[in-house]
């Protein structure tokens, strides 16, 4: 009975922990869901990330201004704003090859974020997490209040992104203009549409949730921060956009696989899952996520036509 009971908190514990490391997942997915569908591929999210995770936690840390974690979510969202308003006139006012300048801000955001650790942190900083959320007469509930309701407020506010993000852009005239330059910005432009202010738009706020992604790894889970510490995410995000079909809703159930599969290695350790004798290496559970990224991204090949078919194809007004 005392080993059923543990398995049992095992798996509560597993759930709950699923659901809050999908939040870096969902932030990021959601601001790339808007910038794409205005048609705007931004491969930055990587490096936005890395930037928002650093500045989040060296407002919390002792070893940064030590304020407060609040302020460091809200710091780390403007310096997300910030990348993605470069990112904007790079593909938007320059008509840079999006994938090509992507990756060059990824790699902007990681030599950058490694810098400042080095230079402001001396190498190793911490700080403490957000705090669970202790809510009355729901916290206590069993089995549902452990998975769902003692979580930090980070996690509650990404998974009210997804309804939010899409009533904007199914029932506001924004929304309306983020669809139609992303399908059609010649008709766009004829209609009055700016296109090059909507994909501003779009593109600063993708920036502004990828650095709410970055800050909800550092401040909102593991209230650490090492070089590289998204280790893939951004890129996961991006693919789950085309597994998602561009649709918040099935990018948040995206999220919730890709978190559970990036836990599986924690969870088959502690539960001493074996392959006959011997555990299942932890290198080979690692791996699954990413396999999982190449199963999206061929399984994202079945629903081509849901692309806004203008992503990634710079406007020039006036072109034939």
């Keep these: 009975m005392n080993n059923d009971l543990t398995l049992a908190q095992i798996l509560i514990s597993a759930f709950a922990l699923t659901l809050g490391a999908a939040t870096p997942y969902l932030y990021a997915s959601i601001g790339e869901i808007f910038s794409q569908r205005s048609g705007v591929l931004n491969l930055g999210v990587e490096g936005t990330m890395l930037m928002g995770a650093f500045v989040a936690i060296f407002f919390a840390s002792d070893k940064g201004l030590q304020i407060d974690p609040a302020i460091g979510f809200l710091a780390a969202m403007i310096v997300g704003g910030l990348m993605g308003l470069l990112s904007a006139v790079i593909n938007v006012t320059l008509k840079a090859e999006q994938g090509i300048s992507g990756i060059g801000m990824t790699l902007f955001g990681l030599g950058m974020s490694s810098l400042l650790f080095k230079m402001l942190a001396d190498g190793v900083i911490t700080a403490t997490v957000f705090p669970k959320l202790n809510i009355r007469g729901l916290s206590d509930l069993p089995v549902v209040g452990e998975i769902f309701f003692q979580q930090n407020a980070l996690v509650y506010v990404a998974f009210a992104l997804v309804p939010i993000s899409v009533w904007i852009l199914n029932k506001t005239t924004w929304g309306l203009q983020i669809r139609a330059v992303g399908q059609n910005p010649k008709a766009a432009d ?35 921060f090492q070089e590289n510490m998204t280790a893939g995410r951004g890129f996961i995000a991006v693919a789950l956009v085309y597994f998602g079909g561009w649709s918040p809703w099935r990018a948040m159930l995206g999220a919730l696989l890709f978190s559970a599969a990036n836990n599986l290695q924690i969870w088959a350790q502690i539960l001493d899952v074996r392959i006959g004798n011997s555990p299942i290496p932890s290198n080979l559970l690692g791996m699954i996520p990413y396999i999982l990224t190449i199963l999206a991204l061929v399984f994202a090949r079945q629903r081509h036509s849901l692309e806004p078919a203008a992503l990634t194809k710079p406007f020039e007004r006036g072109e034939n």
């Design 190 to 224: 004829a209609m009055g549409v700016n296109v090059n202010r909507v994909r501003y738009s779009t593109v600063i706020l993708g920036g502004v949730f990828a650095g709410a992604a970055g800050a909800a790894l550092s401040i909102g889970l593991t209230g650490v």
